[in-house]
């Protein structure tokens, strides 16, 4: 593997794996991240998002396979990393009982901000964050959304070239949901990379790529209009039916339908043939003597392609996506 850090390449790695015992939680997967790319990292509770995230960010060790970030050595390198990324865990850690600018300097503090410029750069990750108001206020009364912001913040103020955020928006309300990214969006116009985890699907659409995680392995990458074009090899119907949550065995019985789940208060089917699948459907509605409903084909959401991928590869057993472009 060529570890040259002079080349738009932010992150690199190859078969890195990650085992807890006899557990396998990363199951020597490789992939790319290039620089200033957005790239999310996806995957169902447990899959080995943390655990990945974490052997890049040099806090654990691999138990095999070699990898590269910002240009040091995932192995050999680990204090040169924690010194050059930006990371947020999945349970951040501010100090409640300090203020907003307290904990923003405790972090200048950490990662070694030199004193000459550590005012401008606090003054800086303020205003970015948005939270002037807040400045003198103790951190345990901000509300989720604003102490995530700060929380990004304070990842921040090293100025690093890469980010890593593990579920960065979890628990907190849509609105600043969205302003966390529009956050985000912009550290990546300033070619920052960001490597994210989410389990929100709107959010994964903000991703210039994407990779799903499953049991500790990649089980697609992608753009998310590539991953909904490629990798979807079925049909998805909206299905619109009174106590929708009643009817998923049911139809998951039928011959041509693959998988069903529940969005919202309407289902989604997986199926072969849209074709095929609607009659078959109306026939069992019509058996059950259900008249209000409706059936339509539509567009694969992100989710809709997560789904079937999980599906193809129970059944199938490994790789079923775009491979990096
Ligand atoms: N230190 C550890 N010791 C033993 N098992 C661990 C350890 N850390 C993680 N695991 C296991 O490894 C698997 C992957 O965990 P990981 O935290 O990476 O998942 P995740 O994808 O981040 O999940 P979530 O979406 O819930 O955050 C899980 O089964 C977890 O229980
Ligand atoms: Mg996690």
New binding site residues.
């Given amino acids: 593997m060529n570890m040259n850090p002079n080349n738009d390449i932010a992150v690199r790695v190859e078969k890195l794996e990650k085992k ?2 006899d ?1 396998t ?2 199951d020597r997967i490789s992939f790319e991240v290039k620089k200033g790319e957005i790239f999310g990292f996806l ?10 995230i974490r052997m890049l960010c040099g806090i654990l060790t691999p138990t095999s396979g070699i990898g590269n970030v910002s240009g040091y050595d995932i192995n050999r390198q680990q204090e040169l990393i924690k010194q050059n990324i930006g990371y947020m865990s ?1 349970k951040f850690s501010l100090y409640e009982d300090l203020t907003v600018e307290e904990n923003i300097d405790f972090y200048s503090g950490i990662y070694k901000v030199p004193k000459k410029v550590r005012k401008a750069r606090e003054d800086w990750i303020i205003k970015m964050a948005g939270i002037e108001a807040f400045r003198s206020h103790l951190t345990g009364t901000l509300s989720g959304g604003w102490k995530q912001r700060l929380a990004l913040g304070c990842a921040l103020i090293h100025e690093p070239k890469i980010i890593f955020l ?2 960065p928006t979890s628990g907190i309300d849509p609105i600043a949901r969205n302003n966390f990214w529009k956050l985000i969006k912009e550290m990546a116009k300033q070619g920052v990379t960001v490597f994210v ?1 989410t ?1 929100y699907m709107d959010e994964a659409q903000n991703c210039d790529r994407l990779a799903f ?1 499953y049991r ?1 392995d990649i089980i697609a990458i992608g753009t998310p209009e590539g991953l909904k074009a490629e990798c979807m090899k079925e049909d998805v119907l909206r299905i619109s039916v009174p106590n929708p949550e009643e009817w998923i065995e049911k139809l998951e019985k039928l011959e041509s339908v693959k998988e069903v789940a529940l969005f919202g208060t309407v289902l989604h089917g997986i199926v072969k043939d849209g074709r095929q699948a609607t009659p078959a459907i109306t026939k069992l509605f019509a058996q059950e003597g259900i008249k209000d409903y409706s059936i339509e084909k539509i567009k694969a959401s992100l989710e809709d392609v997560f789904v079937s991928l999980i599906e193809f590869y129970d059944e199938a057993g490994g790789f079923c996506g775009l491979r990096p472009s």
């Fill in positions: 807890f015992g557990f939680a990363v995957g169902p509770n447990g899959a080995g998002k943390s655990t990945t999945q593990d579920e985890t389990h995680i500790g």
